[in-house]
């Protein structure tokens, strides 16, 4: 028998596995979407979880998690296209103006 | 059966997902990450959530996952650079693990906890998904829901103003 | 009937107001800001007279109205509320009545100087200011108008501000006011909180503290008496306000401003807040014998002190200075036997010719002034040594100024022998009363006739010192200065007449003022047992003999002065070393400086050069130095890099995990 364990286990796989894409990748467009990969495995812990207690708030949850996505992706490409208009590279390393 | 299922979809997705953070290409990873989203949404049916599946493959697999691909063609991205890394993998594959091992830890410990509520596959199945995620959601969770929309406004206006070339 | 009574300090507020916001840029003339000052306090006045006539045929002696709530803060109330009974009736007429006179008289005195509607402004805020105190019904207006008073006070005897002395005088008396301030404050706090806490009777009224104060009788504070504690601050409070030991020496300093304003600020009425106050108050001071003995003895000490400084000073606002002095002190032993009335009765009489005698000066100086001015001469216009001889010159002046050197001296049937001799004889023989104190004052008695006839005679008589140039050019003042002076010298030769002792009663007049005051006064004086005590024939000759005290002073006073004119000189070189005390004023000044100011300048200045300059501003800056080096080595973290940050809030974030798994 499936138990939310095995469904939680996997999300935590995957949530850690896409931070460590964070902190390694450069291209902003790669991070970008490790962070939706991150974003994903904790809506798979929300369903999970939801199921398990049969409650659905949790699937709710989800749902706004995926409006906040979405706006995310708008606004996060847009900056994307305006940082790559200005320097012609999306490369976070050349992100690096705000320093001491 | 569905054992076999859950755990040949969950290799599919930490292979997919492994795919997302090691190609070089960002195309390659997009339909990795694009994959994992379909593997998921596997596991919101065999989780009794066809309305969330649903919409799982349509917003992010269609709309978001549309936007990253066409921001990376538009930006015509190559391969990204083969530089050394000069921040540490190390410390990342460190920091990675620690909070694998730290969830992993607490799933092994604790029970799971949480307000329970009554509702059985049964009655989801009798009622419908999607009428039980529109009734709370238009009624309980009508303020939040608004409050989306203000934000998704706001995005777009946002996402807009940003692109423009000139302000 | 009576709830028109803040009609009497509404007049001189809105004077006020109108000649300090338009006197300068619109009213400008000098005939209209006058008549403004002027006709709004005697409208005032005007309407004193009617409430006082109404106080006198009503039967009911108490009025209390309330205009409206100030403050209320848990248990305490405070109202802007009015109390009309026969002690404020009496110096309401005193104050509006002496203070229209003065005003009158400061048209004609204030005439071409700089500011004039500034000075009419501060008088005006000055009358307003003093009504209140006197009309308040509860500790807090009456402070109001105390700290109001104190105020105009500074600004009237800085009025010439630009002089050094002049704004130095102002802030020393400001500055003693203030060291009194704080003891009526501290016994008005004693009182309130002693009857609150104990009593339950949470109040600052008057009438309600009168009424319960014998609750307090068995109450201790400090290892003393609570009435007896609060009544010695309160004292303290009046000695500031009215110039006694040891806080006297801001008045004769305070002469440094115009003329009038010593008359009507510094000799009629501000200086008289404090034994007014002891009025009021009359039922707690009863209580406590031990506060009576010591105002008693301080204004004693005060009557006999100030005299004697005043034997060897020759300017002449400074002798009708110490002449002030010496008579609060007068009215404070008067106090302090228990004979409230007494005092009162002195205060008035003593706002009678002390203020005539005051305008008389300013006449004086004014005619001197103007003459000294008119020969470009910069002679010392206030020194009596460049004067003499004036009384043909300036008869009106000299009349006014003879009768009231008579009356202060009490030489019989002028109204200041009627109330020192009603003082004299409680002293001689109250309950409250002592033989020593009553030797005191005699020999004070017969020093006030002296230096005042001393004065009277350096002023007016002899031949005239004054600079041969300038000799002719001194003239008797306009009528509105003149005008005051012979009503307040009227004032001053009859006013005693409401307060007729019984033993000399031949009329069966009565005594007025004691029966009209006797609602205020005569419950304590029964209650705790105090009354003269004596035969008629003891007052009688006690009586005589003060007269005759006032007489050998007069007398001396004219053999050494009028009679051999270079005995004087003579006397002074014999004594030079008694003399030069007397002449510095005992040194008084100097000592306080060597004790208070200087000490206190010390600890100031070690407070700025070697605490604050070092220590506060050490820490201060030692805290910015400290925070901008620790700034400089950690800006380096910040790299600008993402990963970095990316890192960081990782392993941040696994912390917060670990520290949630542990628990």
């Given at each position: 028998m499936i138990s939310v364990y095995h469904y939680m286990s996997v999300a935590a796989i995957l949530f850690a596995m896409s931070t460590y894409g964070v902190l390694t990748r450069r291209n902003a467009i790669v991070i970008f979407m490790c962070i939706e990969l991150m974003l994903n495995s904790v809506n798979l812990t929300f369903i999970s979880l939801s199921s398990h207690l049969q409650n659905i708030d949790g699937q709710i949850f989800v749902f706004f998690v995926m409006a906040v996505a979405a706006a995310e992706a708008a606004v996060g490409l847009a900056l994307m296209i305006a940082f790559y208009r200005n320097r012609e590279s999306i490369d976070v390393d050349n992100i690096n103006m705000l320093k001491w | 059966m569905e054992i076999l299922l859950f755990y040949s979809v969950a290799l599919v997705a930490v292979l997919s997902g492994f795919l997302v953070i090691r190609c070089q290409s960002p195309v390659n990873s997009a339909l990795g990450l694009v994959n994992t989203f379909f593997c998921l949404a596997i596991f919101y049916v065999m989780l009794h959530a066809p309305f969330m599946a649903a919409i799982q493959i349509m917003v992010y697999a269609g709309a978001i996952m549309v936007l990253i691909l066409f921001v990376i063609m538009l930006l015509n991205l190559g391969i990204e650079a083969r530089k050394r890394y000069t921040h540490g993998i190390v410390w990342s594959a460190l920091a990675s693990l620690m909070v694998l091992f730290g969830t992993i830890y607490f799933l092994k410990r604790g029970r799971v906890t949480g307000a329970e509520g009554d509702l059985t596959a049964f009655q989801i199945e009798s009622i419908g998904h999607t009428e039980l995620i529109g009734r709370s959601m238009f009624t309980e969770f009508l303020l939040p829901f608004e409050i989306a929309s203000i934000l998704l406004l706001v995005a777009i206006v946002g996402a807009v103003v940003l692109a423009k070339k000139e302000v | 009937m009576y709830d028109k009574l803040w009609l009497i300090p509404f007049f001189p507020l809105v004077g006020s107001i109108i000649n300090g916001l338009l006197g300068k840029r619109f009213i400008k003339n000098e005939k209209i800001i006058g008549a403004i000052g002027t006709g709004a306090i005697f409208l005032s006045f005007l309407v004193s007279c009617k409430f006082f006539y109404q106080l006198v045929n009503d039967s009911v002696k108490i009025h209390e109205t309330v205009v409206a709530s100030w403050m209320s803060v848990g248990n305490l109330q405070v109202d802007w509320g009015f109390l009309l009974d026969p002690l404020s009736a009496v110096m309401l007429m005193v104050v509006c009545g002496v203070g229209s006179l003065i005003h009158l008289y400061s048209i004609g005195y204030m005439h071409g100087e700089e500011g004039f509607y500034r000075f009419f402004c501060y008088m005006n805020l000055f009358a307003f200011s003093m009504l209140m105190l006197v009309l308040g019904n509860n500790a807090l207006v009456m402070f109001v108008g105390w700290e109001g008073v104190g105020l105009c006070s500074y600004l009237l005897i800085g009025y010439y501000f630009e002089k050094q002395s002049a704004g130095d005088a102002a802030k020393k008396a400001f500055v003693m006011n203030r060291v009194g301030d704080f003891g009526f404050l501290l016994g008005l706090f004693t009182i309130f909180w002693t009857l609150g806490s104990k009593h339950g009777v949470w109040t600052i009224n008057f009438v309600e503290i009168s009424e319960k104060a014998h609750l307090l009788s068995g109450d201790m504070i400090l290892g003393a008496g609570v009435t007896t504690v609060a009544t010695l601050c309160f004292f303290l409070g009046a000695t500031g306000k009215s110039a006694q030991l040891p806080l006297f020496t801001w008045l004769p300093d305070a002469?440094?401003?115009?003329t009038p304003v010593s008359a009507l600020i510094h000799a009629a009425t501000m200086v008289t807040a404090g034994v007014y106050m002891i009025g009021r108050m009359n039922v707690l001071f009863a209580m406590s014998p031990t506060t009576m003995m010591v105002v008693a003895v301080v204004g004693a000490l005060t009557a006999i002190f100030a005299a004697t400084i005043g034997f060897a000073q020759n300017d002449i606002k400074r002798v009708l200075a110490y002449s002030t002095v010496s008579q609060l002190g007068f009215m404070f032993v008067a106090m302090g036997v228990g004979a409230f009335t007494a005092g009162i009765f002195h205060l008035m009489t003593h706002a009678f010719f002390k203020a005539c005698l005051f305008l008389g000066s300013g006449s004086v100086i004014h005619a001197m002034h103007h003459a000294l001015h008119h020969a470009h001469l910069s002679d010392d216009?206030?020194?009596?040594?460049?004067?003499?001889?004036l009384r043909k010159k300036m008869p009106i002046t000299w009349a006014t100024f003879g009768i009231s050197c008579l009356a202060i001296s009490g030489l019989p049937f002028f109204s200041g022998f009627f109330s020192k001799d009603e003082i004299l004889w409680w002293t001689f023989a109250s309950t409250r009363g002592s033989k020593v104190v009553w030797v005191i004052v005699v020999v004070a008695a017969f020093m006030t006739a002296f230096y005042m006839f001393r004065c009277l005679y350096m002023t007016f008589y002899g031949e005239q010192k004054t600079n041969p140039k300038a000799k002719d050019h001194v003239h008797e003042s306009p009528w509105v200065i003149t005008l005051p002076l012979v009503v307040l010298a009227g004032l001053a030769t009859v006013g005693g007449f409401v307060g007729i002792p019984h033993v000399i009663d031949v009329a069966h007049i009565g005594n007025k003022l004691d029966q009209f005051l006797a609602p205020v006064f005569h419950h304590s004086q029964q209650l705790h047992n105090i009354e003269a005590h004596g035969t008629a024939s003891t007052e009688i000759i006690l009586m005589i003999f003060s007269v005759v005290v006032a007489l050998v002073g007069i007398g001396v006073a004219t053999m050494m002065y009028l009679k051999n004119p270079d005995m004087p000189a003579k006397f002074t070189a014999k004594f030079s070393k008694l003399h030069r005390w007397v002449f510095n004023k005992w040194y008084v000044d100097e000592a306080y400086d060597v004790l208070f100011v200087n000490t206190t300048k010390k600890l100031g200045i070690f407070c700025w050069r070697g605490f604050d300059v070092n220590v506060i501003d050490g820490i201060v800056n030692g805290l910015a130095k400290l925070i901008g080096a620790i700034s400089t080595a950690l800006r380096?973290?910040?790299?600008?890099q993402f990963h970095n940050y990316a890192l960081t809030m990782v392993f941040g974030t696994v912390v917060m995990l670990a520290i949630f798994i542990l628990n």
């Open positions: - | - | 002469m440094e401003g115009p216009a206030q020194d009596m040594r460049n004067m003499g001889g380096h973290t910040q790299t600008g």
